[in-house]
């Protein structure tokens, strides 16, 4: 039972290094749950490595890292976290589907499944999965080119399946890291407006972002993080000019 009364995501004094190169230092962070947060920094700030300590890919030096006051590792294994990659950490040419790698975004569910399911041909696995993916495709626009490789995208359409195997996951959190990186400005609405009905529909959204406007416009607050945090708070109050040159100074 996922408490409602505590943040969905709450860093104490939490420090990441890879081999022994420190990235993040220090840092506390508390997010809201239900409400949309936007993370903003520079390039080699730590952005995709504090996520990378929520999804469990690296194990932070020092400090307490909880997901709704659990922690993170509880969570992650009940499915409660979805991440959306940067675009960059895909593997484009490998041969799959669009909607064989949206179908990748259940597969953790698909563990609590009994196993004489898991072993039966996919028509016949629980309705729910087939379901969640097809409408993961649907929100993102995607259903007619559920057969295509996935080397043969554009980029924003590659961005919206990446998006799409996050939305199958159905998670409470929602973590993205540049969503919004090299689309169209069709496909940035369309992503943005799929987010915006999932922070209505009760969801964690977590976004990575260089992109101001958007965060103006939707994000409920904003964490800027330079290997420190610089500040924590509404888009009005961190995003004005001052914040914003001691963002750059780190
Ligand atoms: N797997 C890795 N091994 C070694 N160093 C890494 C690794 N991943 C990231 N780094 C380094 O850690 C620092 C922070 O990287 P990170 O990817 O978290 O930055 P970021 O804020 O996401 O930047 P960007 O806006 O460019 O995506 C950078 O100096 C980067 O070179
Ligand atoms: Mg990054």
Redesign the pocket.
């Known amino acids: 039972m996922i408490r409602s009364d505590c943040p969905a995501i709450e860093a104490r004094g939490l420090y990441a290094a ?2 022994d ?1 420190p ?1 993040l230092s220090d840092v506390s962070l508390s997010l809201p749950q239900g409400e949309w947060t936007a993370i903003i ?9 504090l996520f990378n300590l929520l999804i469990g890919n690296l194990v932070p030096l020092r400090g307490e890292l909880r997901v709704f006051n659990e922690p993170v590792a509880l969570h992650r294994r009940a499915g409660h976290i979805a991440y959306m990659a ?1 675009r960059e950490n895909m593997e484009w040419d490998f041969p799959i589907s669009v909607r064989e790698t949206v179908m990748t975004g259940r597969f953790g569910l698909m563990r609590a499944d009994p196993l004489w399911r898991r072993l039966l041909p996919r028509r016949w696995w629980h309705p729910s999965h087939m379901a969640a993916i097809d409408a993961a495709l649907e929100a993102v626009d995607m259903t007619a080119f559920a057969k295509r490789p996935i080397g043969a995208l554009s980029g924003g359409q590659k961005k919206r399946v990446l998006l799409a195997r996050a939305l199958a996951q159905q998670a409470r959190i929602l973590l993205l890291d ?1 969503p919004l990186a090299g689309v169209d400005s069709p496909s940035e609405s369309l992503i943005l407006d799929v987010l915006d009905r999932e922070r209505q529909s009760g969801r964690t959204v977590v976004m ?1 972002t260089h992109d101001l406007p958007s965060t103006r416009r939707y994000a409920d607050q904003v964490l800027l993080i330079n290997r420190v945090v610089v500040g924590a708070g509404s888009p009005a109050d961190m995003l004005d000019n001052a914040m914003l040159a001691r963002l750059a100074l780190g």
């Open positions: 890879y081999q190169q990235v920094g520079p390039n080699g700030a730590g952005k995709s490595t940067q540049e990575v």
